[in-house]
């Protein structure tokens, strides 16, 4: 027991909406800590007939601090975005939490905090009991995902409720991350006890250990009175495996660490998952020119975004993962390489797909592929993203081998050629450089190595498929094509920003560019006379950069003081940048065999957003592209100049061109049509039936 060298003591209830706060407040109140003066909210018959243990006042400036810095309860966005610190608040809202705060003193034992904005809140609560020499403590509250994604959307069934409810389960998920992450954040050097809820309602021993670790933090506090009535969590069903959104894996890691009440954050798992959520959307320097984006779309593309880089846990293991439903057949994508972007249209959006139709599907790392004979062993297949043959992977293909599983090689560039590396066609690597020269090399001949081992490869664009005969030594098997396509979600945001563009202040006509690396001069500089004329001619038009690229790509052919760089974003904000811009342009180098297999992710992305695109003539364009149908097609400068002073002179054919492209890309790019098409390939090649 601490003796009391403080003025007074907060006891601040953190957790989600509907985690069983208001259960955990009264049961406390109840065994003699004071809830603040003046009027409590009222209990309600459905939602929380015992009460909500919340004061008026805490509420109501809570919402106000929410309001005063941009947000609102139900708002994924983080608070402090970019890692910065929360600002200051006005001094009559930051003045306005020192009353609250000093009932502290009078209180006999503590003060008693509860709203789940608080959770949000925090920062600015303890530097106000800091002020008023009152000690914080911290019980952290977190209860299962799927109940809190049920509760909130039960109250869309009360009209009187209906306005607090939640009925997207992404949106409830990803602020169940971000109300439960940002408290354990806030808390993490304050004393601080976190339990599950599900723990709390069903356990006397859980709930005295809360009390232990109470009573050791307030001075002389002795539990008296007679506590309320704990009812017992609704049972809720049980979360699929690998049929589930990914993001439930993420979110049993968070719920089993909390509920261990451990101090310490093992392998920094918490970490790591609330640094991938602290990603804005829009981006820091799109949100002075965006209109506000729904909440439902904004947690769903938050959770599909931030869990891309995230394997499945193979097996049960404390604080790690979901079991695999031990009947199912999974289709397991192995991939060395999770945090590209070709990671996140051939692993991530594959196995989102599968799971959309019931399918079981997940992905490892080599060394979890390794670790999990089980689950490979009663796998549908196995396909292998871009990965090269290391020990683990030739380990793991002599498995598989003997297993008898069968094992596809998924490719989506011409990278396993080590002639073509040698002879210099892989632009981004130096020939003068003798070493990165040789890395790539043998990074290309260990990619070659393990599509040699499979039984069928995958690649996203025909021309690619075609390459895979000519440059797969004796790789002897099928080849199918799996196009990249677009997501539900992807599609949901595009078609927001397409009704709600980005508005730049001077409202010019843009081209835009995104070059995404810094490795895209040759092929820029094969459109940038044309591009330059253009400009020439048309003093209104800007060219928009997105992304690094070098002077030397279009040096002498467009004056610096007609392009506008914009810094590389997110490939969840892309589309956002798209929507500001009037024309795209995707230039590529002619006649360079790699090149000529670029999958068209530049024609269908800003499809999905409304633009018309101009692209090189090369072979997979002329294969994508429906000229003057669905876009415009250039090979020479002047065919650039002209094809964009069409555009320019016709508002009314950028239109058609972007409507056709638009309506094109949704019929035959989505994920879920994608894959029920490989799996009519599979069938044909005497593979397995992937879509039931």
Known sequence: MTSNQHGGYVVAILGMHRSGTSALAGWLAGLGLTLPRGDLLPGHAIDNPDGYYESREVVSLNNRILSHIGHHWQDVRPLAEGGRAPSPLPAELDLALDPIVDQAHTAPAALLLK????????????????????RLVVVLLVRSVDAVIASLARRANDPALAPAAITSHDQAAALWFRYTLEAWQHARDLPTHALAYEDFAGDRHCRQQLLDFLQGQLADWRP?????????????????GWTSPRWRNPAERVYTLLAANRSEDPGGVLSGIAHALDLPIPDLDQQGEAAPLPDAIAGEALLESAFVTHPDAPRRAPGLMLRADARARPIVFVSGNPTTRSHAYRVARAVGALRANDIASGWLTPQA??????????ARCVIIHRTGADSRVQTLLDSLDRW?????????DLVFAPDLVRDGWLRFVDPSDSEQLDRWIRRAADLRAVLERCDFAVTPTAVLARAVARHGGPFAGPVMVRPNGHSPVSQRLSDHWRRHPLQPGDRRP???YASGTATHERDFAAAAGGIGAFLDRHPDWLLTIVGPLSEAGYEGHIAPQRIERRRRVDHVNLAAEFSRATVNLAPLESGNPFCDCKSPLKWFEPALVGLPTVASATPTWLEAIEPQ?????????????RALTRLADSPELRQGLADCARRRVIRTLTEVELMRAFERSLQQHGFVRLIA
């Not at 592929?369 to 009663?378: E, G, K, M, Q």
Request: with cysteine; charged share 35%; aromatic share 6%.
């Open 115 to 134: 709203d789940p904005r608080l959770c949000r809140l925090l920062p600015w609560w303890r530097a106000a009991c800091k002020r008023r020499d009152v």
């Open 224 to 240: 008296s009175g007679r506590s309320i009535d704990i009812r017992r969590p609704r049972r809720q069903p049980a979360p699929s």
């Open 369 to 378: 592929a390794l670790a999990s004979a089980r689950l490979l062993r009663r």
């Open 404 to 412: 008898r599983i069968p094992t596809g090689f998924d490719i989506d």
């Open 510 to 512: 843009r081209l835009i």
């Open 629 to 641: 149908t669905d876009g415009l097609l250039a090979e020479e400068p002047a065919d650039w100049t």
